[in-house]
């Protein structure tokens, strides 16, 4: 690792052990908490639900610490999950020494670590999340020869009390800056910290919704990463949410990603950035455009694009966001900088130009060409996604597109190049399938596509089970219809799922 590279990296144990997160060892470990004056270590794993849980230890000896870090520690898995039986539920969390980092809400100094979950027989807890995802990504590698990376676009609205100062314009808060974007300094709080606990940030930004409802001043704001190895886009995502519940505790405000906040507007998305690469480069363009593979995994994405929702949208809510003119797809298509397509393909750095030397008249030298940011965005998911399962789902249909004979010809036949919503392409619109409108619906294109899923045991049987289930206990078959213009019932299902995800 680059010297600059360590003093510029805000992860405190990155800087103080001068390697990257990737090397860290048990004995770097121990040393950091010797030498900086840590008293307690965290073990934290993500539940059934999402949310990551914890499990305190007071360091009072070496030999205890060396314990703890070599050996883990036993938990309760009946309680963590609806699929372990109590009769048998003992499972090991072993800790992960590459996701350790400082934390920075504690007022005792502690360090946290993440931990995958072992059985009683010292294997990885194969209907665990965060080893689907693992076992997803290593299939892949080894079918395709290519890394998998992905990030997140993390929405969200910070709800507080209405002032009359700067009331912005509604629904036209898209990088409003302060006095205008009242938690503009929540945002960046949440940034900074993020970035200390080894999220790689891109950047942050106030988003489209704004407004004022019931004596409250709802304010919406985007978070967005840099792609990384699936496996650690995951965690970023599961980390950063509990960075931004616990600034909402800190500020006296509510922090919801609730897919859909009130009737009429901007939702909340989670979209999915991928990239692929070959020796450390991306390979998502040629010399013009986005490369073949790029089309392959979009051909992909769009064949299992149904049954992944069950993965990306797993609420009622979910699905009074994926309406017409919300920003948000409703058919299955992909296009260049189309923000009304499934898959779009973001402006990219393709065309090899000098702007910052015509921006800036002074600068003396030619700036290089420096490949490797174009991306996909999946923009189906929401806040509600269980993002293990998701981004093992997104990458087993990347790699269906890879494998796919006819791969190229339908990702032209799938290809649009205008607003779908708009009532002059109708007749485009009407030719395109449709994403599922309800859970339910997305649990029977879940339950068509299982086969596919629980290829090479990635999902195991009971965890399709359990997705179908749970999707389907909604009853939510004729929810839009039933709910079209009760408003108050909409506000009923909004609480009820402000805080679920």
């Not at 920075?104 to 990885?124: A, M, N, Q, R, V």
């Not at 999915?272 to 089309?295: F, G, P």
Request: aromatic letters at 10%; proline letters at 4%.
């Amino acid at each position: 690792m680059r010297e600059y590279e360590v003093t510029l990296n805000p992860n405190k144990l990155v800087r103080f052990l001068k390697k990257p997160a990737s090397e860290f060892t048990r004995h770097d470990i121990i040393r950091y908490i010797e030498e900086n004056g840590i008293e307690m270590v965290n073990f934290r794993y993500a539940g059934e639900d999402g949310k990551l849980k914890t499990l305190n230890f007071v360091i009072t000896s070496r030999d205890y610490l060396e314990s703890i870090l070599a050996t883990g520690e036993r938990v309760d898995g009946s309680s963590l999950f609806s699929y372990v039986e109590a009769a048998s539920s003992d499972l090991y969390v072993i800790p992960r020494f590459s996701t350790a980092f400082v934390n920075p809400f504690s007022e005792i100094p502690s360090l946290d670590i993440l931990c995958s979950y072992y059985t009683g027989e010292g294997k990885p807890l194969e209907s665990a999340p965060e080893y689907i995802l693992k076992k997803a990504h290593t299939e892949f590698k080894k079918a395709t020869g290519l890394t998998f990376k992905a990030m997140g676009e993390l929405e969200f609205y910070v709800v507080g009390v209405s002032d009359v100062m700067y009331q912005p314009q509604d629904q036209k808060g898209y990088n409003n800056s302060k006095p205008f974007a009242k938690w503009e300094d929540l945002r960046k709080e949440a940034m900074n910290l993020m970035a200390q606990c080894g999220c790689k940030i891109k950047y942050g930004h106030s988003e489209v919704g704004n407004f004022c409802s019931r004596g409250k001043y709802f304010e919406q704001h985007e978070i967005e990463f840099q792609p990384v190895e699936a496996e650690d886009a995951a965690d970023q995502i599961i980390i950063a949410k509990w960075i931004l519940r616990m600034l909402g505790q800190k500020h006296g405000v509510i922090i919801s990603f609730a897919p859909k906040i009130t009737v009429g507007k901007a939702g909340s998305g989670l979209h999915i950035h991928m990239q692929l690469e070959k020796d450390n480069v991306n390979i998502m363009t040629d010399e013009y455009s986005i490369s073949d593979a790029a089309r392959k995994i979009i051909a992909g994405l769009l064949d299992k694009a149904k049954a992944l929702t069950a993965f990306g949208n797993t609420v009622p809510l979910s699905y009074l966001r994926l309406v017409p003119h919300q920003e948000a797809p409703t058919n299955i298509c992909w296009g260049d900088t189309n923000r009304s397509a499934l898959v779009r393909v973001p402006l990219g750095w393709i065309a090899k130009t000098n702007m910052v030397k015509d921006a800036n008249p002074f600068e003396r030298y030619d700036v290089p060409y420096i490949p490797g940011k174009q991306t996909i965005e999946l923009r189906t998911p929401d806040g509600s996604a269980d993002i293990y399962h998701l981004l093992a789902g997104i990458i087993m249909a990347a790699q269906y597109g890879l494998e796919m004979e006819n791969a190229l010809e339908r990702a032209k036949e799938l290809f649009v190049d205008v607003n779908i919503f708009k009532n002059e392409n109708k007749d485009k619109a009407i030719a395109l399938e449709h994403l599922p409108v309800s859970c339910s619906e997305s649990a029977d294109a879940l339950f068509k596509e299982r086969e596919f899923f629980e290829k090479n045991n990635i999902f195991p049987k009971g965890t399709i089970d359990r997705f179908i289930s749970q999707l389907k206990s909604y009853k939510d078959s004729n929810l839009s219809e039933e709910l079209f213009g009760k408003d108050e019932e909409i506000q009923k299902l909004v609480e009820k799922y402000l805080h679920h995800m």
